[in-house]
Every structure is written in structure tokens, then in C-alpha cells.
């Protein structure tokens, strides 16, 4: 079943001068193809401004194409009237974990999504309760969601998300200002989540959270520029470098051997996989 099809979506930001007129555009989406189906684990990945953030807003509807197909969840994304089905469809996680944070109790922070997908207020209790255990913050249900860690704040952010039973997560660098740990609760969470058969989309900066994926598309200038399965992806080592990112460290060091003279696959993407290629070399 398809969650997401794009083809040649083209997204331009326009700036005004103080006349209104269009003083400059730039294009940020420059002939997307994507193809998602229901229960993906899919990884995007991209230097800074290589439009990450561009796309994932229009997976749910905060920005319209200005070209191109896109389908979310069988809507048609040109079409006015589907803004709530692809809300619905497709929910969304920031960086930023207190930029998303609008009650001053956790559940109520949860129940604003579902309140404002006017889900009847005698459904909003089960869903919000639901929501918190799936995230394990249940017994943070009363308190200040100011109090909590950045690892906590971003699984209540997944919570209200959850509350309005998307099909897909879309997480736009969800663990950029966590610390290890909190990084780790987001990406247990992540997992779960997937596990449930819930798509996810993840923009990412780590190279190991990206591994995880069934699937990695890797962004530059608009374009998608290569993508495939993370054994694939990241044996692309020396393009990977060229465009800015880093391959998993043991990918590399398995990169380094093998020019070195060292016979092993280029698609180690674990320490375990480095182990037992070592391992039958003996
Ligand atoms: P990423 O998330 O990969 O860092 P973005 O999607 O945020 O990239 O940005 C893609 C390009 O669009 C960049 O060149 C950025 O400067 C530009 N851009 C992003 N947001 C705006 C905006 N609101 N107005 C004008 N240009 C923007
Ligand atoms: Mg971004």
C-alpha cells in the first residue's frame, strides 16, 4: 500500500520587497521522485539547505507543491480540501522540542491535536492515555511538560502526534538537540513506533539513526541524489564525502581497510558485521 508519491514536485520560496513585488525566488525542490509505502522505515539525509525541511512540510500540507504529483495517503496535495486528511494522515515532530510545546500539562499538550482534528472530547481521553503509554511518559501525564528532559519533551511531541493516529511520522532532526541518552529514548521510541506498522519518515544529521532505515534518500540542491538501502547508500563512501556527509565510522574504517588492502564487503554498517568480517578472515 502506497503512503507517499511524489513525482517531479517542484517547491519555490518567493521574497517580497516592500511593493509586494517578487524580488527573488529560489528554488528548493527541484524534481522530487519519492516513493514510500505504508510501513517504511525511510531515512533522509542532506547537508544543511539541500531542502530537507522543504520536502518533509509538504508530506504534511504546511507547504503546498508548485509543481509535480504528490500523494499522501491517496490525497491529492494541490487539492484545498485534503489539508486535514494529509494532517491527519501524516504527523509531524520538529527539532526544536520546546518550539512544539503548547499546554502547560503533558496531557493537555497530547490532547491539543486530536481537539483540534475535532475528535468528540469523550474519545480525546482514551487517545491521549493511549498515546503517553505508547512513549512511556504515563506517569508524567500531570506535570509541567517544562520540567521534563529534551528526550522526554520529544516523546510527548511524538504523544500528540500519536493522539491523532497518523499512518506516517515525519521527524525533522528530532535528536539534533538531544543529548545521548535522550537521543537513544527518541530512537527506541522511533522503532516501536515502526514496529506498530506506523511509515516513518526520519531527517537525520547521524549516520547510525539513518542505518536503522529500510531505505535512505539523500538530498542535495533539491534534488534526490542517490538513495537505496543504508548497505547501499553508505558504500557510496567517497560520494557520500563529496556531498558533505559522513558514513557510519565503522563503514568508513571498513572503506579504509579495504583500500588498504584489507578484503573485506564495503557494506559493513555495524560493529557486529566488523566483527565477523574480521572474524572469517582469520
Ligand atoms: P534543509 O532542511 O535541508 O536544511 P531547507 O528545506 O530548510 O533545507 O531549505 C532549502 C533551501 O530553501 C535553502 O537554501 C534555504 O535557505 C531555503 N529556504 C528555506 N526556508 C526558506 C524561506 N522561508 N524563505 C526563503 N528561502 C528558504
Ligand atoms: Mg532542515
Redesign the pocket.
Known amino acids: 500500500m502506497e503512503m507517499i508519491r511524489a513525482n517531479n514536485l517542484v517547491f519555490e520560496?518567493r521574497?517580497h520587497n516592500e511593493h509586494g513585488d517578487v524580488e527573488s525566488v529560489?528554488r528548493?525542490l527541484n524534481d522530487v521522485d519519492l516513493e514510500v509505502s505504508k510501513g517504511d522505515f525511510i531515512a533522509i539525509l542532506?547537508?544543511?539547505?539541500?531542502?530537507?525541511?522543504?520536502?518533509?512540510?509538504h508530506l504534511n500540507a504546511l507547504l503546498k507543491p508548485k509543481e509535480g504529483t504528490l500523494f499522501i495517503n491517496g490525497f491529492d496535495a494541490h487539492e484545498d480540501n485534503n489539508l486535514w486528511s494529509i494532517r491527519q494522515s501524516a504527523g509531524m515532530v520538529f527539532q526544536n522540542p520546546d518550539n512544539q510545546i503548547i499546554a502547560s500539562i503533558v496531557e493537555e499538550d497530547v490532547a491539543f491535536g486530536p481537539e483540534n482534528l475535532g475528535v468528540p472530547s469523550n474519545k480525546i481521553r482514551d487517545r491521549v492515555d493511549a498515546a503517553l503509554e505508547v512513549v512511556e511518559m504515563t506517569e508524567y501525564a500531570g506535570h509541567s511538560p517544562y520540567k521534563l528532559s529534551g528526550g522526554q519533551k520529544q516523546r510527548v511531541a511524538i504523544a500528540g502526534v500519536l493522539a491523532m493516529r497518523p499512518d506516517c511520522i515525519v521527524l525533522?532532526e528530532p535528536t539534533a538537540m538531544l543529548d545521548p541518552s535522550g537521543r537513544k529514548e527518541v530512537l527506541d521510541t522511533v522503532e516501536k513506533l515502526n514496529a506498530d506498522g506506523i511509515t516513518i519518515i526520519l531527517?537525520t544529521h547521524f549516520m547510525e539513526e539513518a542505518a536503522m532505515a529500510d531505505h535512505i534518500f539523500v538530498?542535495e540542491e533539491?534534488n534526490i541524489v542517490l538513495d537505496g538501502h543504508p548497505k547501499f547508500v553508505f558504500s557510496h563512501v567517497d560520494q557520500m564525502k563529496a556531498l558533505g556527509l559522513d558514513v557510519p565510522e565503522v563503514t568508513e574504517l571498513a572503506h579504509a581497510l579495504i583500500q588498504s588492502g584489507v578484503k573485506l564487503k564495503p557494506d559493513i554498517l555495524t560493529i557486529e558485521e566488523m566483527v565477523q568480517a574480521i572474524c572469517q578472515l582469520r
Open positions: 520560496y521574497q529560489h528548493a542532506g547537508h544543511n539547505g539541500s531542502g530537507k525541511s522543504t520536502l518533509a512540510k525533522d531527517i538530498m533539491g
